[in-house]
């Protein structure tokens, strides 16, 4: 009597156990589901906005948009001159800056890749804003906030890899 009664505390002893460590498991999955287990394909923008002298420029509009897409963001650059946008779709993009007494500053054919971010610190001239400022060229994005390197292939790169299928 005394060894059932043990053998029957021992059973739902365990089957307690099991039933926390089960829901212990579904509470760390869950948790963990939208930071820890996955990876993000977004990328970021950050600067600081300058007159000619170096000094900063606070309540500047800086706009960027998604030429593939038409995604327009805008924000203001803060006291520190400095603004930022995240979760931005890799491609390519346009950006605007525009205060009052400054000329308007254009940045055409910006290109932001997967799971970075990119540092675009512009200097505004003095004129009036109906006078624009356009900056053609390329120019290499470091990803300075990260030690992250990655890269971004095309369609045809991906189909061009080697497998390990034979071919008919």
């Keep these: 009597m005394l060894l059932a009664s043990f053998r029957f505390f021992i059973l739902r002893l365990v089957s307690m ?7 212990l498991l579904i509470c760390l999955f869950a948790s963990g589901a939208d930071h820890g287990f996955c990876q993000t394909f977004t990328s970021s923008l950050t600067g600081i906005v300058s007159d000619p002298t170096g000094a900063v420029i606070a309540g500047v509009t800086v706009e960027v948009k998604n030429t593939a897409t038409n995604d327009r963001r805008d ?25 009052q007494g400054f000329k308007s500053f ?12 990119a540092e675009l610190n512009t200097h505004l001239e003095l004129g009036e804003i109906a006078q624009t400022v356009e900056v053609t060229g390329t120019t290499v994005l470091l990803d300075t906030k990260s030690a992250d390197h990655t890269v971004t292939l095309s369609q045809t790169m991906v189909s061009q890899l080697p497998t390990n299928t034979p071919r008919p």
Excluded: H, K, M
């Design 17 to 23: 156990r099991a039933w926390f460590a089960g829901i």
């Design 75 to 99: 924000t203001t650059t803060g006291s520190d001159g400095s603004y930022n946008f995240s979760n931005l779709l890799p491609g390519p993009y346009e950006v605007t800056a525009q205060a």
């Design 106 to 117: 254009v940045r055409r054919d910006l290109t932001l890749l997967a799971s970075s971010s």
